[in-house]
C-alpha cells in the first residue's frame, strides 16, 4: 500500500456548480487508470476529473453548498485527507444579470400602491434598512473572519441564515452607536408606516377587491358546474378531443405533404444536377477529350474533379469520383505499365516495390495510383490488416461510446432505476484498455521497436515478423493515412485527453518511423547511383563538365524532402507539429547530412571501381560498356564532385527550405556535408595526380639516359633539344588536354602539380651527375631552359626552387655558349610553335580578333 493521497491545495477557493478547479497535492497515483474517486464538498465529481500527474487533477465543482473537504481516493493508497477546503455557493441573480429561471424581484424592486409602473431607476435597488449612508465607511471585516464568527450565517438580507450581527459589521463597521441608534427609529417608523399604508390600499380600492371576490366565486360555481357534467377528469376528455383534431388534421394535409416532398426532391436533384454538372459529365467528357487527343484538358479537369471531390462523403459525389478514378486508372496504367516514375530510368518490377533504381517517391506513386484489385495484390499483409483494423475501430467503436454515454445519462433505463456512477471508472478503464490495445497491436505490426520489450502487456500484443524495409517503408504513408483516418473519427466523439493521447502518442511514433524510414530508403538509394554512371559528358563554360548522376541524385532527394513534407511533417487535427519536437529537429539535421553525404559514397564507390583489378570479380561494378579509360573516368568523378558541391548543394539547400525544412538545420546539414565533398575532391585530385604524374615522372630518367647516354663523354656541341624534354612537354600537353576537355578549372591545379614532379625530378638526376664535359653542361642548360620557358605559366614556387637547385648545380657557361644556347632555343620555339601553343596565353592578333589555346 502507498501513502494515502494528500490535496494541499486549490485554486480558485470558492465558486459556483460547474466551477473548474485545479487540484494540488500528493500522492494522486502514477497514470489515470489510479485515480478511483473525488469528492468536492461532499459531492461525486470523478465524472469531470481529468488526471494529469501524480501531483495534479483538473475537475468540476458540481453541486456543492458551503465548506467542505476535497478527498481524493486511489487504487493504491486508499481514501486521502484535505488540508483546505473548497467554499460552494448559489450565485444570486439580479435585476441586470441573465438567467435562465424565474427571479423573485420583490426585493429589488418597490412598486408604489396604485401605480402601474416602476419607479425611477434609483428606487429599483435595494436601501439601506436603517436609512444610513456607508460613504467614508473603508473599513471591513473579512468574510473568512464572519464566516468564523457566525458559521452557517450570512449578512444578505434576502437569505433565510441572515444574521444581523454579520450585516452591522460588514456595513456599518465605523458607524456610531448614536447614528445606529437613529437609524433604529427609522427602520420602526418605516415597518408602521408599510402596515398603515397596506390599509390605506385596502380601504382606497375597496371596489376592486369585492369585484374580483364575485369574479372567484363565479369561477368556483362554473367549475362545480363543469365537474357534475363532464366528470373529475375534464383534461382527458380534453386531450382526447386534441389528439382526435391532430389525426384529422394529418390526414387532411398528409397528400398535399408528400406531394410537396415530391417536389422539393426533384427541384433539389435538378439544382444539385446543374450545379455539380462539372463531376457529373465528367467520365462521358473525359472519354470525348481521350478521343479528339485534348490530354491537358483531362489532366486539367481531372486535377480540378481531385481538388474539389477528392474527401467527399456524398454518396452521389462519391460515385461519380469513383467513375473518374477507375478511367484514370485504366487509362494511366497502360501508358505507365514500362516506365519508372520517380527520377530514374529502369522499368517497375515484380510487385510495388519495383526494381533497385525506383526512388521511394516513384514507389508511392505507384501505390497511390494502383486500383483496389492491385492494391490487394502488393501490399503486404500487414498493411491490409493495419486497413482493416483502422476501419473496424472507426465503425464501431462511435456505437459503443454513445452506447456508454445513453446509459450514464439515464436515457436506456426506466424512470423508477437510478444510473449506477460506480460503473464510471470501469467503463472509463474499458475504453482506455480498448484503444491501449488497438495502438499496441499497431505498433506490434508497424513499429516492433516502439514496444517496451519487458512491459507487462508485451506478450498480448502479436509482434509480426522482420520485414525487409524495402517491402514496408513505401506502404509506410499510406498507413499513416488509415490512422490519422481513425483519430479524426474519435475527435468527433468528445473522448477525454486521456484517451485520445493514446492513439495520439501513436500517430507521432508512426510519423517519426515513416520520416526516418522514408530518409533511409533514400540514402540507400542514393548510394547505389553509382550503378547508373554512363559517362556521357556535358561541358558548361560556366559550370564545367558534368554527368547526368548529381542532376539525378538532386531529383531523387527533393522528391523524397517533398514526399515527406506532404506525407509526414504536415500535421493534422490537434496532432503535433513534427518539426517543434526537439529530437525530431536534430534527426531533421542529421538525416539531411546522411542523404546528401550518400552521393558522395557513391562517387567514392565510383572511383573505386575506376580503380577495380580486371582479374577480380566484377559482377556488381556495372562498368559501363562506353566508359572510358581509369584516369578519365576519375577525372570525371573529380568534376561531378565539384559540381556536387558548388552548384547542386545550394540548389538543394534552397529547395528544401522551400519545403518548410528549418533553415537552420538545412544550412548546418548542408554545411557539413560540403566538408566531406571537400574532403573526397581532394582524395580524387591526389588519385588521379597518382595515375597520372607517375608515369610521366618514371619515364624522365629512362628516356634520358636512353642508348646509355654520359653528359661527361659528350664531345659535340647540341643542336637541339634532347627528346626526353619533348616527350615531357607532349606527356603534360596530354594531361592538359584531358582536363580542359572536362573541367578547366583544374588546369592550373593539376597541370601545376605534374610540373613540381618534373622539376622535383630534373633536380634529383642532375644532382646525381657526377662529371659533366663542357657540351654536355651546355645541353642540360639547354633542355632545363627549354623546360621553364614553357612550363612557367604553371609553375608554382616549389618547382621554380626545383628548376633553380638543379640549374646552381650545373656548371657556369661562357659568354659564347649562352649565345650558343639562345640560338638552340630560338630554333627549338620554330620547329616546336605547335606544341608550344599549348601552353600560349591569349594573344592579340593584328586584325584585333583574338584566338585561344587549349588553356
Known amino acids: 500500500?502507498?501513502?494515502?493521497?494528500?490535496?494541499?491545495?486549490?485554486?480558485?477557493?470558492?465558486?459556483?456548480?460547474?466551477?473548474?478547479?485545479?487540484?494540488?497535492?500528493?500522492?494522486?497515483?502514477?497514470?489515470?487508470?489510479?485515480?478511483?474517486?473525488?469528492?468536492?464538498?461532499?459531492?461525486?465529481?470523478?465524472?469531470?476529473?481529468?488526471?494529469?500527474?501524480?501531483?495534479?487533477?483538473?475537475?468540476?465543482?458540481?453541486?456543492?453548498?458551503?465548506?467542505?473537504?476535497?478527498?481524493?481516493?486511489?487504487?493504491?493508497?486508499?481514501?486521502?485527507?484535505?488540508?483546505?477546503?473548497?467554499?460552494?455557493?448559489?450565485?444570486?441573480?439580479?435585476?441586470?444579470?441573465?438567467?435562465?429561471?424565474?427571479?423573485?424581484?420583490?426585493?429589488?424592486?418597490?412598486?408604489?400602491?396604485?401605480?402601474?409602473?416602476?419607479?425611477?431607476?434609483?428606487?429599483?435597488?435595494?436601501?439601506?434598512?436603517?436609512?444610513?449612508?456607508?460613504?467614508?465607511?473603508?473599513?471591513?471585516?473579512?468574510?473568512?473572519?464572519?464566516?468564523?464568527?457566525?458559521?452557517?450565517?450570512?449578512?444578505?438580507?434576502?437569505?433565510?441564515?441572515?444574521?444581523?450581527?454579520?450585516?452591522?459589521?460588514?456595513?456599518?463597521?465605523?458607524?456610531?452607536?448614536?447614528?445606529?441608534?437613529?437609524?433604529?427609529?427609522?427602520?420602526?417608523?418605516?415597518?408602521?408606516?408599510?402596515?398603515?399604508?397596506?390599509?390605506?390600499?385596502?380601504?382606497?380600492?375597496?371596489?376592486?377587491?369585492?369585484?374580483?371576490?364575485?369574479?372567484?366565486?363565479?369561477?368556483?360555481?362554473?367549475?362545480?358546474?363543469?365537474?357534475?357534467?363532464?366528470?373529475?377528469?375534464?383534461?382527458?376528455?380534453?386531450?382526447?378531443?386534441?389528439?382526435?383534431?391532430?389525426?384529422?388534421?394529418?390526414?387532411?394535409?398528409?397528400?398535399?405533404?408528400?406531394?410537396?416532398?415530391?417536389?422539393?426532391?426533384?427541384?433539389?436533384?435538378?439544382?444539385?444536377?446543374?450545379?455539380?454538372?462539372?463531376?457529373?459529365?465528367?467520365?462521358?467528357?473525359?472519354?470525348?477529350?481521350?478521343?479528339?487527343?485534348?490530354?491537358?484538358?483531362?489532366?486539367?479537369?481531372?486535377?480540378?474533379?481531385?481538388?474539389?471531390?477528392?474527401?467527399?462523403?456524398?454518396?452521389?459525389?462519391?460515385?461519380?469520383?469513383?467513375?473518374?478514378?477507375?478511367?484514370?486508372?485504366?487509362?494511366?496504367?497502360?501508358?505507365?505499365?514500362?516506365?519508372?516514375?520517380?527520377?530514374?530510368?529502369?522499368?517497375?518490377?515484380?510487385?510495388?516495390?519495383?526494381?533497385?533504381?525506383?526512388?521511394?517517391?516513384?514507389?508511392?506513386?505507384?501505390?497511390?495510383?494502383?486500383?483496389?484489385?492491385?492494391?490487394?495484390?502488393?501490399?503486404?499483409?500487414?498493411?491490409?490488416?493495419?486497413?482493416?483494423?483502422?476501419?473496424?475501430?472507426?465503425?464501431?467503436?462511435?456505437?459503443?461510446?454513445?452506447?456508454?454515454?445513453?446509459?450514464?445519462?439515464?436515457?436506456?433505463?426506466?424512470?423508477?432505476?437510478?444510473?449506477?456512477?460506480?460503473?464510471?471508472?470501469?467503463?472509463?478503464?474499458?475504453?482506455?484498455?480498448?484503444?491501449?490495445?488497438?495502438?499496441?497491436?499497431?505498433?506490434?505490426?508497424?513499429?516492433?521497436?516502439?514496444?517496451?520489450?519487458?512491459?507487462?502487456?508485451?506478450?498480448?500484443?502479436?509482434?509480426?515478423?522482420?520485414?525487409?524495409p524495402d517491402q514496408i517503408t513505401p506502404w509506410l504513408p499510406q498507413v499513416l493515412r488509415h490512422v490519422r483516418g481513425c483519430y479524426s473519427t474519435l475527435l468527433t466523439q468528445d473522448l477525454p485527453n486521456d484517451a485520445l493521447d493514446v492513439v495520439k502518442d501513436l500517430i507521432l511514433d508512426l510519423r517519426v518511423h515513416c520520416l526516418m524510414s522514408l530518409f533511409q530508403q533514400t540514402v540507400e538509394h542514393v548510394r547505389s547511383l553509382h550503378t547508373r554512371e554512363k559517362w556521357n559528358l556535358e561541358v558548361d563554360d560556366e559550370n564545367g563538365g558534368c554527368t547526368q548522376l548529381p542532376h539525378i541524385c538532386e531529383n531523387v532527394i527533393v522528391e523524397c524532402a517533398q514526399l515527406v513534407r506532404e506525407t509526414v511533417l504536415e500535421s493534422g487535427p490537434r496532432e503535433t507539429p513534427l518539426l517543434d519536437h526537439p529530437t525530431v529537429h536534430r534527426d531533421i539535421i542529421t538525416l539531411i547530412h546522411n542523404v546528401i553525404v550518400a552521393f558522395a559514397q557513391s562517387l567514392e564507390k565510383l572511383s573505386q571501381v575506376s580503380l577495380h583489378d580486371p582479374d577480380e570479380d566484377d559482377s556488381d561494378c556495372n562498368i559501363s560498356e562506353n566508359a572510358p579509360g581509369v584516369e578519365a573516368q576519375l577525372l570525371i568523378t573529380l568534376s561531378n564532385c565539384a559540381f556536387m558541391r558548388r552548384t547542386i548543394l545550394p540548389r538543394l539547400s534552397d529547395s528544401l527550405v522551400r519545403a518548410s525544412y528549418p533553415p537552420e538545420a538545412v544550412k548546418e546539414a548542408v554545411e557539413q556535408a560540403s566538408g566531406t565533398y571537400t574532403e573526397l575532391q581532394d582524395r580524387l585530385f591526389e588519385a588521379y595526380l597518382e595515375e597520372r604524374v607517375d608515369p610521366i615522372i618514371g619515364m624522365i630518367e629512362r628516356s634520358m639516359y636512353l642508348g646509355q647516354y654520359d653528359w661527361g663523354k659528350v664531345e659535340h656541341p647540341p643542336s637541339d633539344v634532347r627528346t626526353y624534354v619533348k616527350e615531357i612537354l607532349i606527356n603534360i600537353t596530354h594531361v592538359h588536354a584531358e582536363v580542359v576537355g572536362v573541367w578547366p578549372g583544374l588546369v592550373g591545379g593539376l597541370v601545376g602539380r605534374v610540373v613540381e614532379g618534373v622539376g622535383e625530378e630534373m633536380s634529383r638526376l642532375i644532382t646525381c651527375v657526377s662529371h659533366w664535359s663542357p657540351a654536355g653542361a651546355l645541353q642540360a642548360h639547354i633542355d632545363l631552359d627549354a623546360l621553364t620557358s614553357v612550363l612557367r605559366n604553371h609553375m608554382s614556387q616549389a618547382a621554380s626552387a626545383s628548376f633553380h637547385e638543379a640549374r646552381e648545380i650545373l656548371p657556369k657557361l661562357t659568354a659564347a655558349d649562352e649565345r650558343e644556347k639562345e640560338e638552340v632555343l630560338r630554333k627549338f620555339r620554330t620547329n616546336m610553335h605547335f606544341l608550344l601553343a599549348c601552353f600560349v596565353e591569349v594573344e592579340s592578333l593584328r586584325d584585333n580578333t583574338t584566338s585561344h589555346s587549349i588553356v
Request: aromatic letters at 8%; a negative charge.
Open 1 to 468: 500500500m502507498s501513502k494515502a493521497p494528500v490535496v494541499t491545495g486549490i485554486s480558485p477557493i470558492e465558486g459556483v456548480p460547474g466551477t473548474k478547479v485545479i487540484i494540488r497535492g500528493e500522492n494522486f497515483g502514477n497514470r489515470p487508470e489510479d485515480l478511483i474517486g473525488l469528492t468536492i464538498c461532499g459531492v461525486d465529481c470523478l465524472m469531470t476529473a481529468e488526471w494529469k500527474t501524480s501531483n495534479k487533477i483538473i475537475a468540476r465543482n458540481v453541486a456543492g453548498n458551503g465548506k467542505g473537504d476535497i478527498i481524493v481516493t486511489t487504487v493504491q493508497g486508499s481514501r486521502g485527507t484535505s488540508t483546505v477546503q473548497f467554499k460552494g455557493y448559489q450565485e444570486t441573480m439580479g435585476l441586470l444579470k441573465e438567467s435562465a429561471v424565474w427571479v423573485d424581484e420583490t426585493i429589488f424592486l418597490n412598486m408604489a400602491f396604485g401605480r402601474k409602473r416602476p419607479m425611477s431607476p434609483t428606487s429599483a435597488l435595494q436601501e439601506d434598512p436603517l436609512g444610513l449612508s456607508v460613504e467614508g465607511n473603508d473599513r471591513k471585516v473579512l468574510n473568512e473572519d464572519l464566516e468564523e464568527m457566525f458559521p452557517g450565517c450570512s449578512g444578505d438580507l434576502s437569505s433565510t441564515q441572515f444574521n444581523p450581527e454579520w450585516f452591522l459589521l460588514e456595513n456599518h463597521y465605523s458607524t456610531s452607536y448614536d447614528d445606529l441608534r437613529a437609524g433604529l427609529a427609522y427602520l420602526r417608523r418605516k415597518v408602521e408606516t408599510q402596515k398603515m399604508g397596506q390599509i390605506s390600499f385596502l380601504k382606497t380600492n375597496v371596489g376592486s377587491v369585492l369585484e374580483q371576490l364575485d369574479t372567484l366565486l363565479e369561477l368556483k360555481c362554473k367549475f362545480e358546474s363543469d365537474i357534475q357534467e363532464y366528470g373529475r377528469n375534464i383534461t382527458q376528455v380534453l386531450e382526447k378531443s386534441i389528439i382526435e383534431c391532430k389525426e384529422e388534421a394529418d390526414k387532411l394535409f398528409e397528400d398535399v405533404l408528400q406531394r410537396k416532398d415530391r417536389a422539393d426532391g426533384t427541384r433539389n436533384a435538378l439544382n444539385v444536377l446543374h450545379r455539380f454538372r462539372f463531376l457529373l459529365y465528367l467520365p462521358v467528357n473525359i472519354e470525348r477529350h481521350i478521343q479528339r487527343g485534348d490530354y491537358d484538358v483531362v489532366i486539367n479537369d481531372y486535377a480540378r474533379a481531385k481538388s474539389l471531390f477528392g474527401d467527399t462523403q456524398v454518396p452521389l459525389f462519391r460515385r461519380f469520383y469513383n467513375e473518374v478514378e477507375k478511367l484514370r486508372d485504366s487509362h494511366l496504367n497502360r501508358e505507365m505499365a514500362d516506365h519508372d516514375l520517380g527520377s530514374g530510368g529502369g522499368k517497375m518490377g515484380g510487385g510495388v516495390g519495383g526494381s533497385r533504381h525506383s526512388t521511394p517517391a516513384a514507389k508511392y506513386n505507384k501505390i497511390m495510383m494502383s486500383s483496389v484489385g492491385e492494391w490487394q495484390a502488393n501490399a503486404p499483409v500487414r498493411v491490409l490488416w493495419v486497413e482493416e483494423a483502422c476501419e473496424v475501430l472507426s465503425t464501431n467503436f462511435p456505437d459503443m461510446w454513445k452506447l456508454s454515454q445513453a446509459y450514464f445519462g439515464g436515457e436506456l433505463l426506466p424512470p423508477s432505476a437510478q444510473v449506477d456512477h460506480q460503473k464510471h471508472p470501469r467503463c472509463k478503464e474499458m475504453i482506455l484498455e480498448l484503444l491501449h490495445v488497438f495502438s499496441g497491436l499497431m505498433r506490434g505490426a508497424i513499429m516492433p521497436h516502439s514496444l517496451d520489450p519487458v512491459g507487462a502487456n508485451f506478450r498480448n500484443y502479436h509482434v509480426w515478423p522482420e520485414a525487409s
